[in-house]
């Protein structure tokens, strides 16, 4: 009775951690249905030339900039 | 990996249509085509709120879902785009979106729908990056260039805030904790309504008097 309760418990807590973790929000369309032209990803071309980590600092940077709390101190 | 969204502060939108003009201006942007624009509720009765919208970029897009010629796609950063080559111009992701972002320019004299055009969250689509027929269908790939785009970036209150949602969610709860008060604009009561017996929703307009701004 007490390995059923202990079991029991041990499958709940590992369900709730399953609440921690997180699923990719972003659809992945499958080859075939997109019918369009493929497109670039936006750091494949200059001033960035295929650099992703430099656009992204860049991004990065913007996106705080719109922070005034951060902009003021 | 970012998910690109945007958020307009409801409490910092002073409805100067700075947005709209920034964007029509980068884009240039046809008369009769609006990518975004300011909606106000409860124009002239104190405690009004004014909020920018256009493509939400939704994380499962109902335009997307519909599209009987499957011209959306979705970029690695959530942004969704659409190919001006496929679109027929049928009209279903307009009726789709909750928002009204697709928006249809008059193709001739007697009012044809053209191609559908809405917000690209600055981020052109399928051509070459910044090359001229990207910006003829698209507009300015402003993401190519390291940049957010201009709605966001030219707010003069900071308002409306566009970048990664994790991002612009810790920027908005700090506001939030700094007032002391607003976090209740967005959530469980707003969208569900007020607990049994606890009165009017929070965000109800007559719960905001005009003082207090911040």
Known sequence: MRKLLAASLAVAFVAGLAACGERPQVVTYKQGTYQGKPDTQPWSNPPYNGNKEQWEQAIRTRMQSQNEYKRAS | ?214
């Open chain 2, 1 to 214: 990996m970012a998910r690109m969204k945007f958020l307009c502060d409801a409490e910092r939108c002073i409805e100067c249509n700075g947005c709209v003009t920034a964007c029509k201006q980068e884009h240039e942007i046809p008369w009769g085509v609006n990518r975004r624009r300011v909606v106000t509720i409860n124009d002239g009765v104190p405690g009004e709120r004014s909020i920018s919208v256009a493509c939400m970029h939704c994380s499962d897009a109902p335009c997307a879902a519909v599209c009987p010629v499957d011209c959306f796609y979705k970029t690695e950063d959530g942004v969704v785009l659409h190919d001006k080559d496929l679109c027929i111009g049928c009209g279903y992701c307009f009726y789709a979106c909750p928002f009204g972002a697709p928006q249809f320019p008059q193709a001739g004299a007697f009012g044809q729908r053209g191609k559908m055009d809405k917000c690209t969250f600055c981020a052109g689509g399928p051509e070459a990056d910044r090359s001229e027929a990207e910006f003829k269908k698209y507009g300015r790939n402003r993401l190519a260039e390291g940049k957010l785009p201009a709605c966001a970036e030219m707010c003069a209150t900071k308002a409306l805030l566009g970048g990664d949602g994790d991002v612009l969610a810790d920027i908005y709860r700090e506001r939030v904790t700094v007032r002391g008060r607003g976090g209740e604009v967005w959530g469980w009561a707003t969208a569900y309504g007020p607990a049994p017996g606890k009165g009017q929703a929070p965000a109800a307009p007559a719960q905001q008097p005009g003082g207090q701004k911040s």
